[in-house]
C-alpha cells in the first residue's frame, strides 16, 4: 500500500501560478481530505497528483517511487471525478469492465472484478442496464465502482458527490467511509463542501490561494484553528469573532468600548501577546452558555436577543452584544423569546485568539 509526498510543488496555467511551493504528505491508509473555496487549486493538486497535469517544478511520490515523469495509467492510482462520463452505449457490466479490457486483463480476472465491485457497491442488479437508465446515485457508484475494479493502492476523488441531492450525497458519503474502512487504501478527497470533509476525513487540508492554511485533524482544525480563513471558512453559523484589545496586566481581553473584559488566564497562548495588541476573540456557537451563573474564571456579557431560529435538533439565537451580532446554539428544548435580554458566557480557555493584522492564532 502505498504513500504520497508531494516535494516544492509549482503549477502555472500561462501567467497564473496557482501553486508555489506545496508541500503535503499522505500517509499509508490515510483519507486525506483537500477542503477549499471554489479556485483555490484543490483539483490542480490532485490532477497533478495523479499525472494529468505536468508540474513547473517539484516531485510527486506514491509508494516510495517518484513517479513525477509518470503516465497516469503507471501510477497505480484510481480516480472518480465530478462529472462520472459513463460510456452510454455500454451496459454497466461493460463500463466497470472496459479499463481492464484495455489493460488486456484476462477474461476470468475481469469477470472476478467487476462481481466483486458490483457486490461491493450494492449494483449487481444493476449490471445489463445502461447509464441511462440509471438515478444520479446509481451512476455515481458505476463510476466509484471503475475506479474499484482497478484494486489501486491510492484513489483519487474530485468533488464525487456534487452532483447528488442532499439526501444521496449523506447517503454516499457513507457508502465512501465504509469503501475506506474495508479497503484501508490511500485516499485523497477533494470537496468544497465542510461536512464531508469534517465526516470523512482522518485528516484535512485546508487550502485557499493554493497555500495549505492547515493540516490536521478534523478537530484540530475545528477546535484550533490556525489563521481567520480556516476559523471563519469552518463551522455553520460560522464562529463568532468579538473585536478588542489584549490587556497584559490584567491578562485579560479588552472588548472594544470596554463594555466587558474576557480573563485569558486560562488561554493557551501558543505565542505571547504583547499589551494593548489588537486581537479578535473567536468563540463557536455551541461553546456559548445562555444564562448560567458564571464560573470563577468565566465571565458573563448582556445580550439582547434579536432572532430566534430552531433548526430541529438545537435552535440557534442571534443576539446583540455591544455593537456585535453573536449566534448561539442552545438545545431546542430551552425557551428563548426574540427581544429577551440573556447573560451570556463562555470558557475562554475554549475560545481562539487571533492577531488583528495577521489573522495568525495566538
Ligand atoms: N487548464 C487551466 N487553464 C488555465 N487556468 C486554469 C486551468 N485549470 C485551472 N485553472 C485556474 O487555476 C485556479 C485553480 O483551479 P482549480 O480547478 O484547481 O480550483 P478548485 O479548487 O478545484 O476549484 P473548484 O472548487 O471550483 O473545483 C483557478 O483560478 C482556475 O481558473
Ligand atoms: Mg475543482
Not at 452505449?89 to 467487476?114: D, H, Q, W, Y
Not at 457486490?119 to 444520479?136: K, N
Not at 456559548?288 to 445580550?303: R, Y
Not at 453573536?326 to 480557555?349: H, T, W, Y
Request: proline share 6%; charged share 20%.
Amino acid at each position: 500500500m502505498s504513500a504520497i509526498t508531494v516535494k516544492d510543488l509549482a503549477v502555472s496555467f500561462g501567467h497564473l501560478s496557482v501553486l508555489r511551493d506545496l508541500q503535503l504528505g499522505v500517509n499509508q491508509g490515510e483519507f486525506l481530505v483537500l477542503l477549499g473555496p471554489s479556485g483555490c487549486g484543490k483539483s490542480t493538486l490532485l490532477n497533478a497528483i495523479a499525472g494529468l497535469i505536468e508540474p513547473e517544478a517539484g516531485t510527486v511520490e506514491i509508494g516510495g517511487r517518484d513517479v513525477t515523469h509518470f503516465e497516469p495509467k503507471d501510477r497505480g492510482i484510481a480516480m472518480v471525478f465530478q462529472s462520472y462520463a459513463l460510456y452510454p452505449k455500454m451496459t454497466v457490466r461493460g463500463n466497470l469492465a472496459f479499463g481492464l479490457k484495455v489493460a488486456r486483463l484476462p477474461r476470468g480476472e475481469i469477470k472476478r472484478r467487476v462481481h466483486e465491485a458490483a457486490e461491493f457497491l450494492h449494483i449487481t442488479e444493476l449490471l445489463d442496464r445502461r447509464p441511462v437508465q440509471l438515478s444520479g446515485g446509481q451512476r455515481q457508484r458505476v463510476a466509484i465502482g471503475r475506479a474499484l475494479v482497478r484494486n489501486a493502492d491510492v484513489f483519487l476523488f474530485d468533488e464525487p458527490l456534487s452532483n447528488l441531492d442532499a439526501k444521496l450525497r449523506a447517503e454516499l458519503r457513507v457508502e465512501i467511509k465504509r469503501l475506506h474502512r474495508d479497503l484501508g487504501s490511500t485516499m485523497i478527497y477533494v470537496t468544497h463542501d465542510q461536512i464531508e470533509a469534517l465526516t470523512l476525513a482522518d485528516r484535512i487540508a485546508v487550502m485557499k490561494g493554493g497555500i495549505i492554511q492547515q493540516l490536521g485533524t478534523p478537530r484540530e482544525i475545528y477546535d484550533t484553528p490556525a489563521n481567520l480563513f480556516v476559523a471563519s471558512f469552518i463551522g455553520s453559523p460560522s464562529m463568532n469573532f468579538l473585536e478588542g484589545r489584549i490587556a497584559l496586566e490584567g491578562d485579560v481581553f479588552h472588548y472594544r468600548n470596554a463594555i466587558f473584559d474576557v480573563p485569558l488566564t486560562a488561554y493557551p497562548f501558543a505565542r505571547p501577546p504583547s499589551h494593548g495588541q489588537p486581537v479578535l476573540l473567536g468563540v463557536r456557537p455551541e461553546n456559548i452558555a445562555v444564562d448560567g451563573a458564571p464560573k470563577p474564571g468565566e465571565f458573563c456579557a448582556e445580550a439582547n436577543v434579536d432572532l430566534v431560529e430552531p433548526t430541529g435538533a438545537d435552535t440557534v439565537v442571534w443576539c446583540q452584544v455591544g455593537t456585535h451580532s453573536i449566534s448561539v446554539r442552545v438545545d431546542a428544548a430551552q425557551i428563548i423569546n426574540e427581544r429577551q435580554k440573556l447573560c451570556i458566557g463562555f470558557d475562554p480557555g475554549r475560545a481562539s485568539m487571533f492577531d488583528l493584522e495577521s489573522g495568525n492564532r495566538l
